[in-house]
């Protein structure tokens, strides 16, 4: 079972620590479990313009052909302006839906404001509709508070809103590979 954590995110270092600290605790619970992360800092993606994946000149492909390979999700983003990031909406363009499908999905986010966290209820989560992906109860939202000026999460309650997201990812992906093996029987 593989579990990438996305951060959607082309700036910034808040987004991909909140995702990397899911990851290590999900680690932790089911050490069997590979984790990797795509932090999109780290490709060059394409605007998606509905062509063939492999006609565009940069990491695209490979890019959703990473993604489609995961058994399931963790997805974070900073929230700019009331939204996900244009980085991360793109992403979500170039992934076929029927990659998603009957997935498990988590999803982090962090931003300035304590409302933002509507975000991840009014636009992450009715995505992962789109996708028919299954999504975690839980999810961390975390203010820039909730860091020290090295980026580390400081809170308390944040750090427990992480511990019970991996534990809810596991369980949730446990229990579907566990019924989907029986089904397939």
Known sequence: MK???????????????????????????APEIDVEMLDLRDYQMSLCDGRDPAAYPDDTKKVIDLVSSADFYLI????????????????FDHIPPQAMRNKVMGFVAN?????????????????????????????????????????????????????NLAQELVHMQTALKGASSVSNQ
Request: no cysteine.
């Open 111 to 163: 931003g300035g404001t304590y409302q933002h966290y509507l975000v991840i209820e009014n636009q992450l989560k009715p995505i992962a509709g789109y996708f028919r992906a299954y999504v975690a109860p839980g999810f961390v939202y975390a203010h820039a508070d909730h860091f020290n000026k090295q980026n580390e999460i400081i809170d308390e309650d944040v750090l427990s809103r992480i511990s």
């Open 3 to 29: 579990l990438l954590g996305i951060s959607g995110t082309i700036i910034g270092a808040k987004t991909s620590i909140l995702v990397q600290k899911v990851l290590d605790e999900a680690k932790k619970l």
């Open 76 to 91: 974070g983003t900073p929230i700019f302006q009331g939204s996900m990031t244009g980085a991360l909406k793109n992403l």
